[in-house]
């Protein structure tokens, strides 16, 4: 997905309420306060405005007391939560190449994130920043990002590798042992840069693992997921496939959710020939259609998954739409008929795993 705004997946925050729930801490009440809905975190590819995602950090750092809470929130994430990035990863004839190859696929993963392999002296140094910082400290967002990365180069190095030194461009907490134990070296606060210094040697290494054909199909599947980014629209698609079962996707929380006004979101849209009302009406057909064809779905829960605020306006929508009943529809489309035995589960998105409510209504 290409970022027209600074966005991150949601898959950023996956642990995030076992997180704050082991602390003590309200999850959904966190998420909300931050501008984020807790359905968000239930498809790990839906699209969240960066700035609320720190904000989110920031505020259960403070409301934990505890300095290190991103840190806590990357220690279980590695090479492995790169997905098919991981193979080429592994099969590349060096560390450094390994980190190139990240690079080019690093927007399909976190496009908020910039990161740099910077060479100094005796040195190599793995920096990254998040667009749109501006100066706005994100400290939790930075720590996790870093904490991550250190895991990545672990897994690559090995689990006896350590970074030289960790600069961080924030001022210390009040202790700053556990960042020093996570990442097991000095960390600099107050630093030029935010980064992991490595050896030399380290980048010159050669991945541990590796398996040639995986990496070759992995390569091909990445390949096809750059040229097919969408810029804007893809992002708005995502949204609204999340937003659509609870009844509120409107251009207005949207826009909001992506942290722009209406006009900024209708503006992007219109740079590629599209509106939020033709990309809604493009959503919903093809949600519609999904649900006719892959489970037996009461209409009333049809209804309710694609937005509407009743079975009846979902009827009227559908004739005007597709020219007939649903039933006639179906009736038409033999081959469209489930196979399976097996009822969808009642309540829950079958394309982006959402849970529906029944109430309210959606706009353009």
Same mark, same amino acid.
């Given at each position: !997905?290409? $970022?027209?705004? #600074? @966005?991150?997946?949601?898959?950023?925050?996956?642990?995030?309420?076992?997180?704050?729930?082991?602390?003590?801490?309200?999850?959904?009440?966190? +998420?909300?306060?931050?501008?984020?809905?807790?359905?968000?975190?239930?498809?790990?590819?839906?699209?969240?405005?960066?700035?609320?995602?720190? &904000?989110?950090?920031?505020?259960?750092?403070?409301?934990?007391?505890?300095?290190?809470?991103?840190?806590?929130?990357?220690?279980?994430?590695?090479?492995?939560?790169?997905?098919? @990035?991981?193979?080429?990863?592994?099969?590349?004839?060096?560390?450094?190449?390994?980190?190139?190859?990240?690079?080019?696929?690093?927007?399909?993963?976190? #496009?908020?994130?910039?990161?740099?392999?910077?060479?100094?002296?005796?040195?190599?140094?793995?920096?990254?920043?998040?667009?749109?910082?501006?100066?706005? #400290?994100?400290?939790?967002?930075?720590?996790?990002?870093?904490?991550?990365?250190?895991? @990545?180069?672990?897994?690559?190095?090995?689990?006896?590798?350590?970074?030289?030194?960790?600069?961080?461009?924030?001022?210390?907490?009040?202790?700053?042992?556990?960042?020093?134990?996570?990442?097991?070296?000095?960390?600099?606060?107050?630093?030029?840069?935010?980064?992991?210094?490595?050896?030399?040697?380290?980048?010159?290494?050669?991945?541990?693992?590796?398996?040639?054909?995986?990496?070759?199909?992995? &390569?091909?599947?990445?390949?096809?997921?750059?040229?097919?980014?969408?810029?804007?629209?893809?992002?708005?698609?995502?949204? !609204?496939? $999340?937003?659509?079962?609870?009844?509120?996707?409107?251009?207005?929380?949207?826009? &909001?959710?992506?942290?722009?006004?209406?006009?900024?979101?209708?503006?992007?849209?219109?740079?590629?020939?599209?509106?939020?009302?033709?990309?809604?009406?493009?959503?919903?057909?093809?949600?519609?259609?999904?649900?006719?064809?892959?489970?037996?779905?009461? +209409?009333?829960?049809?209804?309710?998954?694609?937005?509407?605020?009743?079975?009846?306006?979902? $009827?009227?929508?559908?004739?005007?739409?597709?020219?007939?009943?649903?039933?006639?529809?179906?009736?038409?489309?033999?081959?469209?008929?489930?196979?399976?035995?097996?009822? !969808?589960?009642?309540?829950?998105?079958?394309? $982006?795993?959402?849970?529906?409510?029944?109430?309210?209504?959606?706009?353009?």
């Amino acid at each position: !997905m290409t $970022a027209f705004l #600074p @966005i991150v997946r949601s898959a950023a925050l996956e642990g995030f309420p076992a997180l704050a729930q082991a602390l003590g801490l309200d999850a959904q009440a966190m +998420l909300r306060q931050a501008g984020l809905h807790p359905r968000s975190l239930l498809d790990p590819d839906t699209p969240l405005a960066a700035d609320s995602v720190q &904000r989110l950090l920031e505020a259960s750092a403070r409301a934990s007391g505890l300095s290190d809470f991103g840190l806590r929130l990357a220690a279980s994430r590695g090479l492995d939560s790169l997905g098919p @990035i991981s193979l080429l990863l592994k099969e590349q004839p060096s560390v450094q190449e390994a980190l190139e190859t990240l690079l080019r696929y690093l927007r399909l993963v976190n #496009p908020s994130l910039v990161t740099r392999i910077v060479s100094r002296d005796d040195r190599v140094v793995v920096q990254e920043d998040l667009l749109g910082d501006a100066g706005v #400290p994100a400290p939790q967002s930075i720590e996790m990002a870093l904490g991550v990365m250190r895991n @990545i180069l672990a897994a690559l190095l090995g689990p006896r590798w350590r970074p030289q030194s960790v600069h961080l461009r924030h001022a210390p907490p009040a202790k700053t042992d556990a960042h020093e134990a996570y990442f097991g070296c000095r960390v600099l606060f107050r630093s030029g840069f935010n980064g992991i210094a490595c050896r030399p040697s380290d980048m010159q290494a050669r991945p541990r693992g590796g398996d040639p054909g995986l990496a070759r199909l992995a &390569r091909s599947a990445l390949e096809r997921a750059l040229a097919s980014e969408q810029g804007p629209a893809s992002v708005v698609r995502q949204l !609204m496939v $999340a937003l659509l079962p609870g009844g509120r996707c409107t251009s207005q929380l949207l826009a &909001r959710h992506l942290g722009v006004d209406r006009r900024t979101l209708h503006r992007y849209l219109a740079v590629q020939g599209q509106t939020f009302s033709s990309l809604l009406l493009d959503v919903r057909r093809q949600l519609v259609q999904t649900h006719l064809t892959q489970g037996h779905l009461p +209409l009333s829960e049809s209804a309710a998954l694609l937005g509407f605020s009743s079975q009846s306006a979902f $009827a009227y929508w559908f004739r005007t739409q597709f020219g007939s009943s649903v039933s006639a529809w179906r009736r038409a489309h033999p081959q469209a008929s489930p196979t399976s035995t097996v009822p !969808m589960r009642r309540g829950v998105h079958a394309s $982006a795993g959402v849970t529906a409510r029944t109430s309210g209504r959606t706009s353009g």
